[in-house]
Structures are given as C-alpha cells and as structure tokens.
C-alpha cells in the first residue's frame, strides 16, 4: 500500500488507523516492559517501572493524535470523484484539518486558482467565517496579500463555483507555482 500524502483524498482515515495501531503497539509495548520489570524483580521499583513510565511519552503522544483526528473524516470517494472532473485545471487539496491557536476545524476539499481559494466542508462544527478568515490572514502573513477566501457547506454551492472557477482558468490560464505555493502554505497549517 502506497503512503498517503497530506492533501489526498483517505488521508485523513489513513492517519487515523496508523495513530491507533501505533498508540495500541505502543502501550502494549510498555505494558511489556513493565510486566517484565515487575516479574524479574517482584517489585515494580525497579528500572523497567522508569523504562515503562518513559515509554508512555511516545504512546500518549499517538494516542492525542488520534483522538484529535477521530472525530473528522476523508472525503466521499464519489465527491473527489465529481470534483476531479470538474476541477482538472485547479491545484486541489483533500483532507486538511486546519489547526489555529483556537479551533481545529475540517475541511474536505480545497481548490485554488489565481487570487481565489474555496473549500468545502461537511463538518457542522466548523464555522466557515473564521476558517477563512484564518485562512486569508495566514496568506496575508506569508505575502499574499489580497486573496479571496470561501469555505462552502453546501456541496452544490462549492461545486458551482469550482464550475467557474474552471471556466475561468481555462481562459486566464493560472499560475500554478503561486497555486501550489498557497497549497503548501494549506499543508503547514494543517495536521
């Protein structure tokens, strides 16, 4: 199986599965060494308990990881499917959860072109406002400056301006470095 990159569709359930069976190997493992410790020496003050006790940093680490990723999910197979078509001129991005210093919010897709970036998420508890706005400001922080920014609900709504988003492109003929450029900005705010 090939390892999935940030921005492809199933990535998010991918790093899901891999934070689980890494978060269980891992605190299998300590429970070993422990068990271990604790067999050799009748006590569990010994090294082992230290070796054990240090070896639940790791482990916690994957397992917060999980739970932070659990409650989002990748995005329908038939909806990447409808956007590759529609969207074969854009510079798309799937699965992203955006992190800010106050909320970590989902979005399923993400299209750019020129001066405009659009996503699309499903996830009620995402507030679309304050995703783009940390969005555009993240942009604005890295010098691009005056780029629009629109996270959709409504699928049907997204999908109409991807429409003309790629009309559009396929007459001003975008530049796709500066595209990719925003795109990779995208990844480094998102887990």
């Not at 604790?38 to 230290?50: A, E, P």
């Not at 890295?142 to 997204?158: E, G, L, S």
Request: charged share 25%.
């Amino acid at each position: 199986m090939m390892k999935l990159e940030k921005g492809q569709p199933g990535y998010i359930k991918a790093r899901k599965l891999r934070y689980l069976m890494l978060a269980v190997a891992e605190f299998a493992i300590v429970a070993a060494v422990f068990i271990l410790g604790y067999m050799q020496t009748g006590s569990r003050m010994n090294l082992f308990t230290v070796a054990a006790a240090v070896g639940c940093l790791p482990a916690t680490k994957m397992l917060v990881e999980f739970i932070t990723m659990a409650p989002y999910k990748s995005i329908d197979p038939e909806k990447y499917k409808e956007l590759e078509e529609k969207a074969g001129l854009l510079t798309r991005a799937y699965d992203l959860i955006i992190t800010s210093t106050e909320k970590v919010m989902s979005v399923e897709a993400v299209v750019i072109s020129g001066h405009v970036v659009c996503g699309f998420t499903s996830n009620p508890k995402t507030d679309e406002t304050i995703l783009a706005r940390y969005i555009k400001t993240t942009l604005k922080n890295q010098r691009y400056d005056k780029m629009t920014v629109k996270i959709f609900h409504d699928y049907q709504a997204f999908l109409a301006r991807v429409e003309g988003m790629g009309n559009i492109a396929a007459v001003q003929k975008p530049d796709k470095r500066r595209d990719q450029a925003v795109r990779k900005i995208l990844y480094s705010i998102s887990m």
